[in-house]
């Protein structure tokens, strides 16, 4: 992505970040970065007003153009995460697969949700991928991109602060912790905490600081190491943290490294030019115009985002026909190279080929495989005591839901009653070492008396 530029912009509650990177033959370069405090005591729209002046005044400052590219984090309070286990031939029509079955997945509709997919797991052995979806609602994202369309700007993307970091993170060649680690940031008010394996984001949590009370900062990134830990406890749990955020001190990860037997590392935010880590999230965005990157998360439609910038693309084009230009004085070095050419596209074409008949034989292979899984269930199911399973629910539901009815079928079951609050069944299921998979079998209704009628698939661990 040669002479590209890009802007990553990170809004949260009481500040703003900003990023601005370019990029070159000598590589990514750092132009211009800032932190806006806003005042705490602004309306929601007098807050997305002075967003949209801090906006508008550093993209004056550093002559930023409609042609730059443009990415904006939405606060993780207005993002659904699931992970989801499919079938791996669900990978090929994944996003279309998603958006027909969102109501089981969400307790709301695809048409009122922005959403994206991404595979973070394959290959498992058991015929199954890992999908990770996020979504938000449409209503959220409207007012970020009327900031930008006032300040005439538009958008590349909007995504989440925790695709955001891993981005950022991961761009340290030498960053520590191998393969799998925990990162934990430090935002305005609340504490994120992230797993990675291979650069991919296994699970993400969020917690708000001080939502307890006497709970130190200390304790709360203790807690949210704990909560990730037993959430990966089947995925060989990392045992390295990277902390980034103005709260993580020396005390804070002196006391981290005391309470368990975890190597602690500080982000180390200022190799890459940033003053502060809490810049890390706009870094991360920018960093999607100027190179590819690990975790490409966009929420936006493509009808919404604003065209990528053709300027580099040209001058790329006119460099490539100087060189054409200049090589056409030789011949025979143009014949060499088309022979060339001819034999690496026929490589290509025998691997391509065996590729395909070594497909054609995994999945001779994968449909034996689901026969056995299926058998096994069959097995599996018939020794679930419903007694526990009745038991187990009856003390994750609150007092202020009952369920209708209960009905068990195969490794699966299904609950049917009402509630307060419908959405927050499926934190309190899911947390239960019996279920997993809790997902809304339909959209959620509403009774005369104001309680929440719903219904709940759950799989049986």
């Not at 917690?207 to 807690?223: C, M, V, Y």
């Not at 997993?436 to 719903?454: M, Q, V, Y």
Request: with cysteine; glycine share 8%; proline share 4%.
């Amino acid at each position: 992505m040669l002479f590209q530029s890009s802007l990553g912009i990170h809004v949260e509650q009481d500040r703003v970040g900003m990023v601005f990177l370019k990029s070159s033959f000598k590589g990514i370069v750092l132009g211009d970065q800032t932190t806006v405090v806003l005042d705490p005591s602004l309306s929601p729209e007098e807050r997305m007003e002075a967003v949209s002046t801090q906006i508008r005044n550093f993209a004056e400052a550093n002559r930023i153009t409609p042609s730059s590219e443009i990415y904006m984090t939405i606060p993780r309070k207005e993002i659904l995460y699931r992970w989801i286990d499919l079938p791996a031939a669900a990978g090929e029509n994944l996003r279309e697969t998603i958006g027909y079955e969102m109501e089981k997945f969400t307790p709301f509709p695809s048409d009122a949700l922005h959403f994206d997919v991404r595979v973070v797991q394959e290959d498992r052995g058991d015929g199954q991928i890992r999908v990770l979806l996020l979504a938000v609602r449409k209503k959220a994202v409207e007012p970020f991109l009327d900031v930008m369309r006032r300040n005439n700007l538009g958008l590349s993307g909007i995504e989440s602060v925790s695709s955001a970091l891993v981005n950022a993170v991961t761009s340290d060649k030498e960053m520590p912790g191998g393969n799998g680690k925990m990162v934990l940031f430090s935002g305005d008010g609340h504490l994120e905490g992230m797993v990675l394996r291979k650069n991919q984001l296994l699970f993400s949590k969020f917690l708000e600081i001080g939502a307890q009370p006497e709970e130190t900062f200390a304790d709360a990134a203790f807690r949210m190491t704990e909560e990730l830990r037993e959430k990966t406890a089947e995925e060989d749990p990392p045992s390295s943290v990277l902390c980034a955020g103005d709260l993580f001190d020396d005390a804070v990860l002196r006391d981290l490294g005391e309470r368990k037997n975890l190597r602690i590392d500080r982000v180390n935010s200022s190799s890459r030019g940033i003053q502060s880590p809490a810049l890390l999230p706009a870094y991360g965005l920018a960093l999607k115009g100027v190179r590819k990157v690990p975790l490409n998360i966009n929420f936006l439609p493509r009808e919404l985002r604003k065209k990528a910038s053709r300027a580099g693309l040209y001058i790329l084009f006119a460099l490539s026909f100087l060189v054409l230009l200049s090589t056409a004085g030789w011949l025979g070095s143009s014949i060499a190279h088309q022979r060339m050419l001819l034999d690496r596209l026929n490589g290509e074409l025998e691997t391509l080929t065996r590729d395909v008949q070594r497909i054609e034989r995994l999945g001779d292979k994968v449909r034996t495989l689901e026969g056995e899984i299926d058998y096994l269930n069959g097995i599996a199911a018939g020794r679930v005591r419903v007694l526990d399973l009745m038991k187990e629910l009856a003390e994750r539901i609150p007092e202020t839901a009952w369920t209708q009815r209960f009905s068990l079928s195969g490794n699966t079951t299904e609950i049917e009653g009402y509630a307060d609050a419908a959405s927050d069944l499926l934190p309190l299921l899911e947390a239960s070492p019996r279920f997993g998979n809790a997902g809304f079998l339909s959209p959620i209704t509403k009774g005369r008396d104001g309680k929440e009628r719903f219904r709940i698939g759950l799989k049986i661990q």
